[in-house]
Antibody, heavy 121, light 107 residues
């Protein structure tokens, strides 16, 4: 069974940094692209970005709202995907979810339970 | 960016009703359309990909159709566990974008 467990969410001041982790199990992590989404309180879903598998270069794509501030990386030896968030803004306050991607083009088939990031002074 | 427009934004229905939600893309996305279900306080759950293919384990009361710019999600006989918010999402091009959601409530 695929399991994705996010961690690292916290209350942080504007301008600070935070790193989220997504620990995966139940599948061969290194074979799959992984993505991050977020959902602000009471709002809809927003794609943050994703990272391809090493087979496809391990390259990344980002939403314009986070490009240059957020970085997605992966450690295949630990089955973990990371979301490094720098220069945080109050509008980054949200529940952050990681997802497993499959298919071509990529679509989502499994979601974690999320981790809450609150950006406030 | 491709805009995804869902309608209605909310609906009230009774147990046993057939429910249809529509999603329109601002440009042709072929069949690169997924549907998700989200219950309050829970993570989204993937229902459908490629416009009409059911994710593993999703009951057949859910069905999707459409291609190009117009898509529908149908729940054939609404059950209590189906009351939730439903989102469509295109994955034809980046950035990946979602519809605004349709909240299905009990009448």
């Amino acid at each position: 069974e695929v399991q994705l467990v996010e961690s690292g969410g916290d209350l942080v001041q504007p301008g600070r940094s935070l790193r989220l982790s997504c620990t995966a199990s139940g599948f061969t992590f290194g074979d799959y692209a992984m993505s991050w989404f977020r959902q602000a309180p009471g709002k809809g879903l927003e794609w943050v970005g994703f990272i391809r598998s090493k087979t496809y270069g391990g390259t990344t794509e980002y939403a314009a709202s986070v490009k240059g501030r957020f970085t997605i990386s992966r450690d295949d030896s630990k089955s973990i995907a990371y979301l490094q968030m720098d220069s945080l803004r109050t509008e980054d306050t949200a529940m952050y979810y990681c997802t497993k991607l499959t298919g071509n083009p990529y679509y989502f088939d499994s979601w974690g339970q999320g981790t809450l990031v609150t950006v406030s002074s | 960016d491709i805009q995804m427009t869902q309608s209605p934004s909310s609906l009230s229905a009774s147990v046993g009703d057939r429910v249809t939600i529509t999603c329109r893309a601002s440009q042709d996305i072929s069949n690169c359309l997924a549907w998700f279900q989200q219950k309050p306080g829970k993570a989204p759950k993937s229902l459908i990909y490629a416009a009409s293919s059911l994710q593993s384990g999703v009951p057949s009361k859910f069905s999707g159709s459409g291609s190009g710019t117009d898509f529908t999600l149908t729940i054939s006989s609404l059950q209590p566990e189906d009351f939730a918010t439903y989102y469509c999402q295109q994955y034809n091009s980046y950035p990946l974008t979602f519809g605004g959601g349709t909240k299905v409530e009990i009448k």
